[in-house]
Nanobody, 122 residues
């Protein structure tokens, strides 16, 4: 099994910044993609940003230029630096990791964190 533990959410004023972290632990041989998604009540979970093991990134149009995703492969950790936050960024943010658990299998499993609340409000 693999656990993803998120931290860094909270309440921030519009224009402010937050940094989310997500550390993966457990039965891990390698981690392919890692990413952040968000969800508000009544809506589908949406992609915020993803990063490959090689460092290639992809962002939702709504966060380009404001959010930066990065990862520390040695620590199995992914980060999301969020700047110039807007009220519409308010959501529960979920960490995602695609994990290969053993060297003898090429199967990749999809894991989610428990979510961390980000609220942007004055």
């Amino acid at each position: 099994q693999v656990q993803l533990v998120e931290s860094g959410g909270g309440l921030v004023q519009p224009g402010g910044s937050l940094r989310l972290s997500c550390a993966a632990s457990g039965s891990i041989f390698s981690i392919n993609g890692m990413g952040w998604y968000r969800q508000v009540p009544g809506k589908q979970r949406e992609l915020v940003a993803v990063i490959t093991s090689g460092g290639s990134t992809n962002y939702a149009d709504s966060v380009k230029g404001r959010f930066t995703i990065s990862r520390d492969n040695a620590k199995n950790t992914v980060y999301l630096q969020m700047n110039s936050l807007k009220p519409e960024d308010t959501a529960v943010y979920y960490c995602n990791a695609r994990v290969r658990q053993t060297s003898s299998s090429t199967v990749v499993y999809n894991y989610w964190g428990q979510g961390t609340q980000v609220t942007v409000s004055s």
